[in-house]
């Protein structure tokens, strides 16, 4: 990260910076359940229109797996399909999670997710106290805007109050983290926890 304007919030990511996930985990669930080899799964999967806009929060649950229960064909029904898709989580990325427990709380920190309602009330309920230290969780199925859009992380940075290029945002996806900097903000593209602590090494307490 280079430097940049005096920074007055962090914005971090969920998935993959926060919290572990594998979709793997739902691809084995469902093969499971339907009968359909995991990879047959896999390979019909993807982020595709209906993802999309079941992260903006334009389809209800039931409408989103209904289409994906049109593209897997795995003879599942919704049930299946809703537990195999809360499967995703692992757990939370500990030193992440500790390293943020010791910043400054002088120092606002925020979350937000391209996420999804029935994801949401699934790591709301499991991670509650890993993200008691952020004062505002935004996600994209409520705002109605997802990550990359340029409109996503303005109407983020106007909720949090804060300049955009006084916002230092994580994020593990490259596309993202490009899509901040579009935006404006600071950003740093976390493969580890340690682009994490380096970043907000001057904060950490202790």
Do not use: C
């Amino acid at each position: 990260m280079s430097a940049g304007e005096p920074v007055e919030a962090l914005l971090f990511d969920l998935g993959g910076v926060l919290v572990e996930y594998d979709w793997e985990r739902a691809f084995g669930h469902w093969a499971g359940r339907g009968g359909t080899p995991a990879e047959r799964i896999r390979e019909r999967f993807g982020v595709d229109e209906a993802f999309e806009r079941y992260e903006r929060g334009e389809m209800s649950d039931a409408e989103f797996f209904d289409a994906l229960d049109a593209k897997l064909d795995a003879k599942l029904t919704q049930a299946d399909l809703y537990e195999g898709w809360n499967r995703i989580f692992i757990g939370t990325i500990d030193p992440t999670i500790d390293l943020v427990a010791r910043i400054d709380p002088r120092m606002p920190m925020y979350v937000f997710s391209n996420t999804n309602g029935a994801h949401h009330s699934t790591w709301a309920r499991d991670y509650a106290d890993a993200l008691a230290p952020f004062r505002r969780v935004f996600t994209s199925f409520e705002i109605g805007r997802r990550k990359p859009e340029r409109e996503a992380y303005e109407q983020v940075a106007a909720a949090i109050g804060a300049p955009r290029g006084r916002i230092l945002f994580f994020d593990d996806v490259i596309e993202n983290v490009e899509g901040a900097r579009a935006a404006g903000m600071q950003a740093v593209h976390v493969q580890s926890p340690a682009d994490v602590a380096s970043a907000v090494a001057p904060w950490v307490r202790g």
